[in-house]
């Protein structure tokens, strides 16, 4: 079993689009982040939640809005896509309080592509 | 602002040899400091994690270092194997948040 699963895995789509992706985690983890990989590799945090609230927002534009309907569950919603947009977006999961840095668990990274 | 620092970028050496990856921090108040290695078109998997009133971490043949003081941690790895190729991330823990270098890309030849 998948324990952190994203979808879709590749996406490709033209500039000024809107698209969402979707992260569920079946490990019972209370809090849940979005990173974004750019082309050189680097790792950057975006968001997290903890029980479905959010904690961190590093200064992303708004056209990106996270959603977790419920703690097993952060899907990413990109409105008005821009060709800088694209990268590998990861989600990824931990266990704990918020505030608690723990291990996280990554999930496979969704590969956008705006054309 | 945290930054953390990996050099070099990449590193090439033989089977069997035992290597050290290094990693440097800016703000030496920090919660923990984690490695990860990253296959390629894959995502992260935790490797080691390391509290900060830790020192260093083990798990088989790695071992991984904390110098909270200097702003510095290792991660050793014994016996170098072809498999071991993959890059390596250090990531600084401070709250909810992981600050990650670039990370080093580390080829184990035959």
């Known amino acids: 079993d998948t324990a952190v699963s994203q979808t879709p895995k590749y996406l490709v789509t033209q500039m000024g689009n809107d698209k969402s992706i979707k992260c569920e985690q079946n490990l019972g983890h209370d809090t849940m982040y979005w990173y974004k990989q750019d082309s050189k590799k680097f790792l950057k945090i975006m968001f997290s939640y903890n029980n479905k609230e959010l904690i961190i927002n590093e200064t992303v534009p708004n056209r990106f809005s996270p959603k977790s309907p419920d703690k097993a569950h952060l899907n990413l919603h990109i409105n008005s896509l821009e060709l800088g947009d694209s990268a590998v977006y990861f989600c990824?999961?931990?266990?704990?309080?918020?505030?608690?840095?723990?291990?996280?668990?990554f999930g496979p990274g969704t590969r956008l592509l705006v054309l | 602002k945290q930054e953390v620092t990996q050099i070099p970028a990449a590193l090439s050496v033989p089977e069997g040899e035992n290597l050290v990856l290094n990693c440097s921090f800016t703000?030496?108040?920090?919660?923990?400091l984690q490695w990860f290695r990253q296959d390629p078109g894959k995502g992260l998997t935790s490797l080691l994690l390391i509290q900060s009133s830790q020192r260093e971490q083990t798990s088989g043949r790695l071992n991984a270092s904390l110098d909270k003081s200097s702003g510095r941690s290792t991660l050793y790895i014994a016996a170098s194997q072809p498999g071991d190729s993959a890059t390596y991330l250090c990531a600084v823990g401070e709250g909810d948040k992981l600050t990650f270098g670039k990370g080093i890309t580390l080829s184990v030849r035959p």
């Open positions: 703000d030496s108040a920090i919660y923990n």
């Open positions: 990824a999961s931990s266990q704990g309080v918020a505030g608690e840095a723990e291990t996280q668990y």
